[in-house]
């Protein structure tokens, strides 16, 4: 862990330098979920993989834009395992941050033309650690960027963003078990959707969508490959047949769709794990 510690280090100094933006919120949504799929990868693994993942989540808006941060803690089965002694499942945290300023706020004039309702420029972070055998991420990832907020019932936002990465493994197999403090990948574009459609008065469309280019060679020389990313769910608001408000309680279907995983390709992994389509069941309880 020690290693991790100055990457972790720069992702909380970007945290802290907008966090006075939460704080002054006009708007805030916290929610609390659960997901489960049977059928996750992970690179160079051949089995499926069953995880459970509890999420916090957290959006606001203030005067000059908007927050999201999503701590995700995943449980794996035993087919990841965590340790060579024990067949317990490995454990992760990854942690999602952006915060987006609106220039039209800004400047104190709006951005709007024809469908485009909003213009921003986004920055933030992940950041993950992982205690499984085979790779034992540490990955840290700045991102910055423009984003263009579309005019549509509820909303949907595509950014353009570069991406600086690095990552500090220490698996216990090679050749990951002979990398060696942390490794930066070449600098690398990614071009990003997400949205929150609603459905009449309880259904919801969500979800988001990541094309990410090749970062170069990785930790121990070999060639990345673009990644695909889509994480998308329908979700169907329950809390006011229970006695609660609207949208506090909400239950629904999750699918993730994920090649080249990570930048790993069929090529370097033997077509073992490098692609997952995984449907998940999904509930959620909104503060």
Same mark, same amino acid.
């Given at each position: 862990?020690?290693?991790?510690?100055?990457?972790?280090?720069?992702?909380?100094?970007?945290?802290?330098?907008?966090?006075?933006?939460?704080?002054?919120?006009?708007?805030?949504?916290?929610?609390?979920?659960?997901? @489960?799929?049977?059928?996750?990868r992970e690179p160079y693994n051949p089995l499926d993989i069953r995880k459970n993942i509890v999420a916090l989540t957290h959006a606001s808006g203030y005067r000059y834009g908007s927050n999201f941060l999503n701590v995700d803690l995943l449980q794996s089965d035993e087919n990841d395992p965590g340790s060579l002694t024990q067949r317990d499942g490995a454990q992760e945290a990854y942690v999602v941050y952006r915060h987006t300023l609106d220039i039209g706020k800004l400047r104190g004039s709006e951005i709007k033309f024809g469908a485009l309702r909003g213009l921003g420029?986004?920055?933030?972070?992940?950041?993950?650690?992982?205690?499984?055998?085979?790779?034992?991420?540490?990955?840290?990832?700045?991102?910055?960027g423009p984003t263009l907020m579309w005019d549509v019932k509820g909303f949907f936002n595509t950014s353009l963003l570069?991406?600086?990465?690095?990552?500090?493994?220490?698996?216990?197999?090679?050749?990951?078990?002979?990398?060696?403090?942390?490794?930066?990948?070449n600098t690398h574009p990614m071009l990003t959707a997400?949205?929150?459609?609603?459905?009449?008065?309880?259904?919801?469309?969500?979800?988001?969508?990541?094309?990410?280019?090749?970062?170069?060679?990785?930790?121990?020389?070999?060639?990345?490959?673009?990644?695909?990313?889509?994480?998308?769910? @329908?979700?169907?608001?329950?809390?006011?047949?229970?006695g609660q408000?609207?949208?506090?309680?909400? @239950?629904?279907?999750?699918?993730?769709y994920w090649n080249n995983k990570f930048g790993n390709t069929s090529a370097t992994t033997g077509g073992q794990g490098y692609r997952a389509s995984t449907p998940m069941l999904r509930a959620e309880y909104h503060f």
């Open positions: 862990m020690a290693k991790a510690k100055p990457a972790l280090l720069q992702c909380a100094c970007i945290f802290l330098l907008f966090c006075p933006g939460v704080h002054a919120a006009d708007w805030s949504d916290t929610a609390l979920s659960w997901r @489960i799929g049977n059928t996750f420029a986004t920055i933030g972070f992940d950041w993950n650690s992982k205690n499984d055998v085979g790779y034992n991420s540490r990955k840290c990832m700045l991102v910055a570069l991406l600086r990465e690095s990552n500090a493994p220490s698996g216990a197999f090679a050749p990951i078990s002979t990398v060696t403090g942390r490794y930066t990948y997400s949205w929150g459609l609603p459905i009449g008065e309880r259904l919801a469309f969500e979800g988001y969508a990541n094309y990410i280019a090749a970062k170069g060679r990785d930790e121990v020389g070999n060639d990345t490959g673009a990644e695909t990313n889509i994480d998308m769910q @329908i979700m169907y608001d329950v809390g006011l047949d229970l408000g609207k949208n506090k309680f909400r @239950i629904g279907l999750q699918y993730q």
